[in-house]
């Protein structure tokens, strides 16, 4: 059981709140190995760079990260008053979602089971 009021252990889990930028996409139709290509690509670069990276990358997932950057971006500038040229990308992962099970017809009567796999895709930004 925690110990002090209700106010309290509020104040002292806010007060751990992590206060940088972010933007997180929740059921992304890609799998966690394929997002974690483009992501290890922009890991640590400043944002131009990274826009630069994702825009001439030709795998699919480049083009949602390149969407869920530029709205890390619009946060950092709107919420937190942040300059866009001082951004870098300080974390970029990608977890697991749940998976979609469809069924292909094979020979003889068969069912293959196809997984159509989700991933939830997170960008943290800081400033240098």
């Known amino acids: 059981?925690?110990?002090?009021?209700r106010s309290q252990i509020?104040?002292?889990?806010?007060?751990?709140k992590d206060t940088r930028p972010s933007a997180k996409l929740s059921y992304a139709?890609?799998?966690v190995q394929k997002a974690c290509f483009v992501l290890d690509a922009i890991r640590g670069k400043d944002v131009q760079t990274a826009l630069a990276i994702l825009a001439y990358n030709p795998r699919y997932a480049s083009g949602v990260i390149e969407?869920?950057?530029?709205?890390?971006?619009?946060?950092?500038?709107?919420n937190n008053g942040m300059n866009t040229e001082n951004l870098y990308i300080?974390?970029?992962?990608?977890n697991k979602g749940p998976t979609m099970k469809r069924v292909r017809p094979r020979a003889?009567?068969?069912a293959y089971r196809i997984e159509k796999r989700m991933s939830h895709?997170?960008?943290?930004?800081?400033?240098?």
């Open 1 to 5: 059981m925690a110990k002090g009021h």
């Open 90 to 94: 300080a974390e970029c992962y990608a």
């Open 108 to 110: 003889q009567g068969r």
């Open 10 to 16: 509020k104040r002292e889990r806010n007060a751990q």
């Open 29 to 31: 139709r890609v799998s």
């Open 121 to 128: 895709i997170t960008i943290v930004l800081d400033e240098r």
């Open 67 to 78: 969407k869920l950057l530029k709205s890390a971006i619009a946060n950092a500038e709107n």
